[in-house]
């Protein structure tokens, strides 16, 4: 099966199953390598070959003059490309929600879904082509006008994380391409391989309409790769999904030489459920926000803080959820939740047991590695739920894994101090049929974070919507409403249709 997903992706094999680099005008003779295991079987699915310093400098190279040519198509037949790009994710959108859901882990459904999402704003970017409006402003100056226009920027380097492999990228690599930038890609090391199927697909489009394929490339590695992008005064827009400890170390490498900058880091997400909310609503947002992903979004729900009147009843209803989820291979649909994405992954969520029962948590749900029916990696672990202090400092810290503290409250406002009582402000929720609770929520004096929902639980976001959050989130925006204005350069044009130079401010020189 996973070969004819590699066929059907334009994945090339050479030297006993070595994946070959993606731009031809390299001889790739290459020691370094990653190897892609699937965290589902602990299977190596294929290596990879790292990008040199010297591929690296090539391939800014070949951006840049890629650029030139680029930013002079016209915004809506750059837009055209993005259809078409969009038209054959949906002939194969079976096969790279496979390749997703066995590199990554998610289940099959989240994994599909991830390619929907990149389906979904091609459609957003094509309709933008149109829509890259500017303004024009009154001059206080007789016979002169102002206006307002955007200009594409240049290169965008895109780092994304492990967690959505292609989803984040075509969040930013749709809406850059169609203002006119061309990108660099440096994808999560665990995950390469869906990058490079990601890059295929759009290399055949860009092919059969002539393009330059410069105008998007990968590059494959650890850290070391992304800091030469980071660090890299021809790349002028660096957008980073991942860690609160990355995204630092991205904003000083950028921030020294001036260059602009998204940071999409880590989310502590808690979602309120007040005595007046729908309690079939809140047990469906609040189990599938826990354990989707594995508990692996960024946007997963990790607090759930609920008003002491309803606490028992609804911890019940919970317990008795959790004895439901289908824990297993994330190909199998009847599974809810997949593996954890390594090793690693696994000792920080046992690492995190141990500290909750340190800060006197008591488990609803027991946690530990998930060890119910034979499976074929040890980085399953059960989803599991504490009843803890909301002052404990594990429940402050995010765990990239299926682990909901439980919270109780007494008023709304003890509730909405507990919300935003983390330093992550990415999403977060209120279940409640109460207007004033709802409507307080969104308000100033409500959530502190970038995205705050009603009725709906932590986890997923509308292309739509620009997404992002707050605080040591970042505060970047991606995807949709104007967030297309971040990937241009803002230019402000004063043009004079009269005889006279008549100064700003009254200002006047005689000679």
Same mark, same amino acid.
């Given at each position: 099966?996973?070969?004819?997903?590699?066929?059907?992706?334009?994945?090339?094999?050479?030297?006993?199953?070595?994946?070959?680099?993606?731009?031809?005008?390299?001889?790739?003779?290459?020691?370094?390598?990653?190897?892609?295991?699937?965290?589902?079987?602990?299977?190596?699915?294929?290596?990879?070959?790292?990008?040199?310093?010297?591929?690296? =400098?090539?391939?800014?190279?070949?951006?840049?003059?890629?650029?030139?040519?680029?930013?002079?198509?016209?915004? +809506?037949?750059?837009?055209?490309?993005?259809?078409?790009?969009?038209?054959?994710?949906?002939?194969?959108?079976?096969?790279?929600?496979?390749?997703?859901?066995?590199?990554?882990?998610?289940?099959?459904?989240?994994?599909?879904?991830?390619?929907?999402?990149?389906?979904?704003?091609?459609?957003?970017?094509? *309709?933008?082509?149109?829509?890259?409006?500017?303004?024009?402003?009154?001059?206080?100056?007789?016979?002169?006008?102002?206006?307002?226009?955007?200009?594409?920027?240049?290169?965008? *380097?895109?780092?994304?994380?492990? =967690?959505?492999?292609?989803?984040?990228?075509?969040?930013?690599?749709?809406?850059?391409?169609?203002?006119?930038?061309?990108?660099?890609?440096?994808?999560?090391?665990?995950? +390469?391989?869906?990058?490079?199927?990601?890059? =295929?697909?759009?290399?055949?489009?860009?092919?059969?309409?002539?393009? =330059?394929?410069?105008?998007?490339?990968?590059?494959?590695?650890?850290?070391?790769?992304?800091?030469?992008?980071?660090?890299?005064?021809?790349?002028?827009?660096?957008?980073?999904?991942?860690?609160?400890?990355?995204?630092?170390?991205?904003?000083?490498?950028? *921030?020294?030489?001036?260059?602009?900058?998204?940071?999409?880091?880590?989310?502590?997400?808690?979602?309120?459920?007040? +005595?007046?909310?729908?309690?079939?609503?809140?047990?469906?947002?609040?189990?599938?926000?826990?354990?989707?992903?594995?508990?692996?979004?960024?946007?997963?729900?990790?607090?759930?803080?609920?008003?002491?009147?309803?606490?028992?009843?609804?911890?019940?209803?919970?317990?008795?959820?959790?004895?439901?989820?289908?824990?297993?291979?994330?190909?199998?649909?009847?599974?809810?939740?997949?593996?954890?994405?390594?090793?690693?992954?696994?000792?920080?969520?046992?690492?995190?047991?141990?500290?909750?029962?340190?800060?006197?948590?008591?488990?609803?749900?027991?946690?530990?590695?998930?060890?119910?029916?034979?499976?074929?990696?040890?980085?399953?672990?059960?989803?599991?739920?504490?009843?803890?202090?909301?002052?404990?400092?594990?429940?402050?810290?995010?765990?990239?894994?299926?682990?909901?503290?439980?919270?109780?409250?007494?008023?709304?406002?003890?509730?909405?101090?507990?919300?935003?009582?983390?330093?992550?402000?990415?999403?977060?929720?209120?279940?409640?049929?109460?207007?004033?609770?709802?409507?307080?929520?969104?308000?100033?004096?409500?959530?502190?974070?970038?995205?705050?929902?009603?009725?709906?639980?932590?986890?997923?976001?509308?292309?739509?919507?620009?997404?992002?959050?707050?605080?040591?989130?970042?505060?970047?925006?991606?995807?949709?409403?104007?967030?297309?204005?971040?990937?241009?350069?803002?230019?402000?044009?004063?043009?004079?249709?009269?005889?006279?130079?008549?100064?700003?401010?009254?200002?006047?020189?005689?000679?």
């Amino acid at each position: 099966m996973t070969k004819n997903i590699f066929e059907a992706l334009g994945i090339r094999e050479k030297n006993g199953g070595t994946i070959i680099g993606l731009r031809e005008s390299f001889d790739n003779k290459k020691i370094k390598e990653i190897s892609s295991f699937s965290p589902a079987n602990n299977r190596k699915l294929a290596d990879v070959t790292i990008t040199s310093r010297e591929e690296f =400098n090539q391939t800014i190279f070949e951006a840049r003059k890629a650029f030139k040519e680029w930013r002079k198509v016209p915004p +809506p037949q750059r837009g055209d490309i993005i259809r078409q790009y969009g038209d054959i994710l949906r002939k194969h959108k079976s096969e790279l929600g496979q390749l997703v859901s066995r590199e990554m882990g998610k289940s099959l459904q989240e994994g599909k879904g991830e390619v929907q999402e990149m389906i979904d704003i091609c459609d957003y970017a094509v *309709g933008l082509s149109r829509q890259l409006y500017g303004k024009t402003i009154a001059s206080e100056r007789p016979n002169h006008h102002m206006l307002e226009r955007w200009h594409p920027l240049g290169i965008v *380097g895109i780092i994304s994380a492990f =967690n959505f492999p292609v989803a984040v990228w075509s969040w930013n690599a749709m809406i850059a391409l169609v203002c006119g930038n061309v990108c660099v890609w440096k994808p999560s090391e665990k995950t +390469p391989l869906c990058a490079i199927a990601c890059q =295929n697909l759009l290399v055949r489009i860009l092919r059969e309409n002539g393009i =330059n394929t410069a105008i998007s490339s990968v590059i494959n590695g650890d850290r070391t790769v992304g800091n030469w992008m980071t660090s890299d005064p021809a790349v002028n827009l660096v957008s980073a999904t991942g860690s609160i400890r990355m995204g630092r170390e991205v904003a000083v490498e950028v *921030g020294k030489r001036l260059g602009k900058l998204i940071l999409e880091l880590g989310g502590n997400n808690a979602m309120i459920i007040s +005595p007046q909310a729908n309690m079939d609503l809140a047990l469906n947002a609040s189990v599938f926000g826990a354990i989707g992903t594995a508990g692996q979004r960024c946007t997963s729900t990790r607090r759930l803080i609920i008003h002491d009147s309803i606490y028992d009843d609804f911890v019940d209803k919970l317990k008795n959820a959790y004895k439901q989820i289908n824990v297993g291979d994330p190909l199998d649909e009847d599974n809810h939740m997949g593996p954890l994405i390594d090793q690693d992954a696994v000792d920080n969520y046992l690492s995190a047991l141990n500290q909750i029962r340190k800060e006197g948590g008591k488990f609803i749900v027991e946690g530990g590695l998930y060890t119910e029916k034979k499976l074929e990696s040890n980085f399953y672990v059960k989803p599991c739920v504490a009843e803890i202090s909301p002052d404990a400092n594990i429940v402050r810290e995010e765990t990239f894994a299926p682990i909901l503290y439980v919270l109780r409250y007494n008023t709304f406002e003890e509730a909405l101090t507990i919300q935003n009582s983390t330093s992550q402000g990415l999403s977060s929720s209120i279940i409640t049929e109460n207007v004033r609770e709802a409507e307080y929520f969104i308000s100033s004096e409500g959530s502190d974070c970038g995205i705050a929902n009603v009725n709906i639980g932590t986890s997923g976001a509308e292309i739509g919507g620009a997404f992002g959050g707050e605080k040591d989130t970042g505060g970047g925006r991606e995807s949709g409403s104007d967030a297309w204005k971040v990937y241009m350069r803002r230019q402000t044009i004063t043009i004079n249709f009269g005889s006279d130079i008549p100064l700003a401010q009254g200002i006047s020189f005689d000679f």
